[in-house]
């Protein structure tokens, strides 16, 4: 059974449906800070298949020893954590709470569990300014922000665990940008925080609940002046979790990947393609840059590729044809 943190949110839920398809069952917890317990409960009508859930803070200790003592876990994907944009600026020590305190009483729990088996939710956030495009595993590592801070203090808490035991078998995902829904339409990003993704605000423009979308920059050295980013699509990254979980079960070695398409596509491309899918006009306005913003954000994934086989295969305008779907066909999210 995999023990799936935050599984209700985003990449979880999209997450529970590929491991369920693939034959893993799944433990499932979360404390609902960033989603709702509906998200689950359209995964098991999508796949069939039942998924135990329990309400569980990361930092439960008490609550998380009762759990690895309750069932039979054979490896941990952990996707809980919080990355609003704007928050992290002023509630620093909520993030640390989180992403380093919550990940540092989970690998206790697994620990003490003897659970060696473990995928992170890693972020491209790491690479900071990326010095080059697109960017390696190894590239120098300088995250920004106290959200990309929290993220790398937890990859250096992983790595020290590993170095101080082997048996350790713990990987990495650096995830780029995710996007798109799956492709039911029933289960998509619904976030109670504020998003930090273009394809969301986009969307609230094609269904009118914002007048239009606010640009950062078009004097970036880029084609077309915008910045340009990694997006892969939602179930691409899914899949790319159960593929890395089956390299870690039979490998039995721990890894640090990137997770993106590999391929950049400018704001205004987004734009464009989300035009093109939703035959709807999304006006837009032209803001000066935010200050530090790197112009190109692209993944290399070819370790990933080598490592286990995967690559991102979904196209631009299916990420924004999935997402649209979402959208509309749930105009109040998971919200009846
Ligand atoms: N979405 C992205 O662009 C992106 C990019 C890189 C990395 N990540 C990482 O991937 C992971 C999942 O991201 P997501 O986009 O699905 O976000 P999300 O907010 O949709 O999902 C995170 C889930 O964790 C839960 N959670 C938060 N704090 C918790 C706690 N203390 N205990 C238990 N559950 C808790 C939330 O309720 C939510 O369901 C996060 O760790 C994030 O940092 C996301």
């Given at each position: 059974m995999i023990l799936v943190t935050g599984a209700c949110g985003y990449i979880g839920s999209h997450t529970c449906i590929e491991l369920l398809e693939r034959g893993y069952p799944v433990l499932a917890i979360d404390n609902y800070a960033n989603s709702s317990r509906e998200a689950l409960f359209r995964v098991e009508e999508i796949t069939d298949k039942g998924v135990a859930f329990h309400q569980c803070d990361i930092r439960d200790r008490m609550l998380l020893n009762r759990i690895f003592s309750d069932y039979s876990i054979d490896g941990v994907i952990h996707f809980a954590g919080i990355k609003a944009s704007g928050e992290y600026l002023s509630e620093p020590l909520r993030y640390f709470s989180v992403?380093?305190?919550g990940t540092v009483t989970l690998m206790q729990a697994l620990s003490d569990a003897g659970v060696k088996h473990m995928l992170y939710s890693s972020s491209a956030n790491m690479y900071g300014q990326a010095e080059s495009a697109p960017v390696s595993e190894s590239a120098r590592l300088s995250a920004a922000n106290p959200y990309g801070r929290s993220k790398l203090m937890a990859e250096v808490i992983l790595a020290d665990l590993v170095r101080a035991d082997p048996n350790w078998s713990i990987g990495v995902l650096?995830?780029?940008n995710p996007a798109g829904a799956h492709p039911s339409g029933r289960i998509g990003e619904d976030p109670k925080d504020i998003p930090n993704n273009i394809m969301f605000y986009a969307a609230q423009v094609?269904?009118?609940?914002?007048?239009k979308l606010t640009i950062f920059g078009d004097d970036y050295p880029t084609e077309d002046g915008t910045q340009v980013s990694?997006?892969?699509h939602v179930m691409d990254l899914a899949r790319g979790h159960v593929d890395a979980l089956a390299y870690l079960f039979t490998q039995g070695k721990g890894f640090t990947v990137n997770l993106g398409?590999?391929?950049g596509y400018s704001v205004l491309e987004i734009i464009r393609a989300f035009e093109r899918v939703t035959?709807?006009?999304?006006p837009y306005e032209i803001k000066s840059r935010k200050v530090a913003d790197t112009p190109v954000c692209i993944a290399n994934p070819s370790l990933a590729t080598s490592l286990f086989g995967w690559k991102a295969e979904h196209t631009l305008d299916e990420m924004c044809t999935d997402y649209w779907r979402w959208v509309t066909m749930n105009p109040n999210g998971y919200k009846e």
């Open positions: 992403n380093v305190g650096r995830y780029f094609a269904a009118g609940e914002l007048d990694d997006y892969l398409s590999g391929k035959g709807l006009p999304i």
